[in-house]
C-alpha cells in the first residue's frame, strides 16, 4: 500500500497548478487598467467633440444667449449621464443577454 501512496502522490504533483508570480500579475493589472482608461478617454472626448459641433451649430442658429445656455446645460447633462451611465446599461444588457441565453 505504501508504494501505491507513493504512486498517487507523484500523480497529484504532477498535476500541481503553477506557481504565481505577483509581478506578472501586478503588470498584468496596469495593463488592463491602461486599456479600461484609454478606452474610457476616447469614449469621454469623442462625446465631448460631438457636444461641441451640437452646440456651434446651435450657436449659429440662434444667437439668443438663453437658448445657448439652456442647449449647453442639457448637453452636458446628457454627456454626462452617457459617460457613467453607458457602462451600467452595457453590463446590464450583457447580463440579460447570457441570462436568455443559458434559459
Known amino acids: 500500500m505504501d508504494r501505491m501512496d507513493r504512486v498517487l502522490a507523484d500523480f497529484l504533483r504532477q498535476d500541481e497548478p503553477r506557481q504565481v508570480d505577483p509581478a506578472f500579475r501586478l503588470a498584468v493589472l496596469a495593463r488592463r487598467a491602461r486599456q479600461v482608461f484609454r478606452r474610457q478617454l476616447i ?29 449647453l446645460i442639457v448637453g ?10 453607458a457602462p451600467v446599461l452595457a453590463d446590464w444588457m450583457r447580463s440579460a443577454l447570457s441570462v436568455s441565453k443559458q434559459g
Not at 467633440?49 to 445657448?68: H, I, K, P
Not at 452636458?76 to 451611465?85: D, E, I, K, M, T
Open 76 to 85: 452636458a447633462g446628457l454627456v454626462v449621464s452617457w459617460r457613467f451611465y
Open 43 to 71: 469614449s469621454t472626448l469623442l462625446a465631448g467633440l460631438a457636444f461641441s459641433a451640437a452646440l456651434g451649430v446651435a450657436m449659429q442658429a440662434s444667437a439668443n444667449l438663453m437658448e445657448t445656455g439652456s442647449l
